[in-house]
């Protein structure tokens, strides 16, 4: 498997866990420095990103990853795309689709996910 096939694996390993809330999976995928940006806002580190997943609220349905393109130049990729989940919360269901630029270094001979910039698309 190629770079850019294993990234796209892992930004869909990565959607899966977060609609798992498996934050045990999320941990094992992301770099030592992870840092998560999101627009406008300020930076968030790995613990408070993976607090973060397990206290989303409501139910999720599913999340989902679509659109990827991967750009990899030696150790350090960048993949975009969307990402959309599909929530049940009070009854009500919610859509939240989000543009986003991940960030991965190569750690360890594998791939890790060192910054997420999301950016909200409604």
Not at 24 to 38: E, I, T, Y
Not at 96 to 110: L, T, Y
Request: aromatic share 6%.
């Amino acid at each position: 498997m190629g770079d850019r096939e294993r990234l796209i694996e892992i930004s869909e390993q990565l959607a899966g866990a977060i609609g798992r809330r498996d934050v045990s999976s999320l941990r094992g995928l992301l770099a030592k420095d992870f840092v998560q940006r999101p627009a406008g806002g300020p930076p968030v580190d790995a613990e408070a990103f993976l607090d973060a997943v397990a206290h989303i609220p409501g139910e999720i349905l599913f999340v989902t990853v679509d659109q990827l393109t991967v750009d990899v130049s030696g150790d350090s990729a960048i993949v975009t795309g969307f990402q959309q989940a599909e929530l049940k919360i009070e009854g009500a269901d919610v859509t939240d689709r989000r543009a986003f630029v991940d960030w991965f270094v190569r750690e360890g001979g594998d791939w890790r996910l060192r910054a997420a910039i999301d950016q909200p698309t409604d």
